[in-house]
């Protein structure tokens, strides 16, 4: 039997979810003020810039970005540092930190390959890059914005007295080897693809290699 869901209605409760974690962002920023704890309101206010950045960079530079990336990119900047960093789940569920930093070289790698297309779209004479060439460098990219990311752990950490590290070097590594999973899984699925289709994935038209 064949499953009819109205996409409306998926991308309304995406939407939905989408605003509903910036609103919940933007009303603890307030209540913390309110409560005089400007640590946590300036914190709070970071964070909510980051989960904007996406919105600002696609509008800014008119590039191409799914609305399902830039969900994604918004849910892991509230789930790891809101929920995360400012709530303490770090520490109340041992496994929180794994899976977001899985999730984050998911996320990441498919980052790459929409950069291969950006750096392709504006070049009036396309670039002629292999299947695995692709692959690898969105494996690169994602590896090299985890290790930014754990920099940034370890900042806040110290500024800010957070525990994002939790243990450290263990943490740290730890982190670096799930994401790395995560990136080698989405590179290989993207080359799979496109020694299929002959088509960059998760880009919105023809991308020869």
């Known amino acids: 039997m064949k499953l009819n869901i109205n ?3 998926s ?17 603890s920023t307030i209540g913390f003020g309110l409560l005089g704890d400007w640590v946590s309101a300036v914190s709070a206010g970071l964070i909510l810039t980051l989960m904007l950045l996406p919105r600002l960079v696609k509008f800014w530079y008119e590039i191409y970005l799914p609305f399902a990336l830039e969900l994604a990119m918004v849910a892991f900047v509230f789930f790891s540092v809101f929920l995360g960093s400012l709530h303490d789940y770090y520490e109340r569920f ?17 980052v790459g390959f929409l950069v291969v297309y ?12 292999s299947a695995g060439f692709v692959s690898f460098f969105a494996v690169c990219f994602s590896v ?4 930014v990311w754990e920099v940034y752990e370890y900042a806040v950490d ?17 982190d670096l080897i799930v994401g790395g999973a995560g990136a080698i899984i989405v590179a290989s699925l993207g080359y799979i693809w496109m020694k299929r289709s002959n088509q960059l994935p998760f880009v919105p038209e023809k991308f020869i290699t």
């Open 94 to 110: 041992p496994l929180w930190d794994g899976i977001l930093h899985f999730q984050s070289g998911l996320l990441l790698g498919i």
């Open 11 to 27: 991308n309304r409760y995406a939407s939905f979810v989408y605003y509903g974690m910036r609103t919940i962002v933007f009303l």
């Open 158 to 174: 110290v500024w800010f007295g957070f525990n994002m590290q939790e243990s450290g070097i263990p943490d740290t590594m730890g």
């Open 144 to 147: 090299t914005i985890a290790v």
């Open 118 to 129: 950006l750096m392709n779209s504006g070049q009036t004479k396309k670039l002629h890059m």
């Open 7 to 9: 996409p409306t209605i």
